[in-house]
């Protein structure tokens, strides 16, 4: 089943979003990536299993976290301390290996994507 992002949007610099992606959960990693215009995608964080193993891109390790939430069939990726650079679409993508990694290459299905710009 497809994955399925929201809750992106404008924000100021220095402030804060939280992306959603409703997705089937298992036991393999699902990612949070990104692609600004005219840039590569980038892998930035992923989540495996219940337990929630977790792995982050130093581009974004200390400011972004992601979560799971089982009941709600729901990945979320919290962002913090967002910069002008953190302008991309965002995409959650499921389907990905019983291990933590973040090369989008290992991931089967991909969501349509989600708008966040930073701008004062």
């Known amino acids: 089943l497809q994955p399925v992002e929201s809750g992106g949007g404008l924000v100021q610099p220095g402030g804060s979003l939280i992306l959603s992606c409703a997705a089937d959960?298992?036991?393999?990693?699902i990612g949070w990536f990104r692609q600004a215009p005219g840039k590569e995608r980038e892998g930035l964080s992923c989540?495996?299993?219940?337990?929630?193993?977790?792995l982050y891109a130093d581009s974004v390790k200390g400011r972004f976290t992601i979560s799971r939430d089982d009941a709600k069939s729901t990945v979320f990726l919290k962002m913090t301390g967002l910069k002008p650079e953190d302008t991309a679409v965002y995409y959650c993508?499921?389907?990905?290996?019983?291990?933590?990694?973040?090369?989008?290459?290992?991931?089967?299905?991909w969501g349509p994507g989600t708008q966040v710009t930073v701008s004062s």
């Open positions: 989540i495996v299993g219940s337990e929630g193993r977790t």
């Open positions: 993508a499921t389907g990905g290996p019983p291990r933590a990694t973040l090369d989008g290459g290992e991931y089967d299905y």
């Open positions: 959960l298992d036991d393999y990693a």
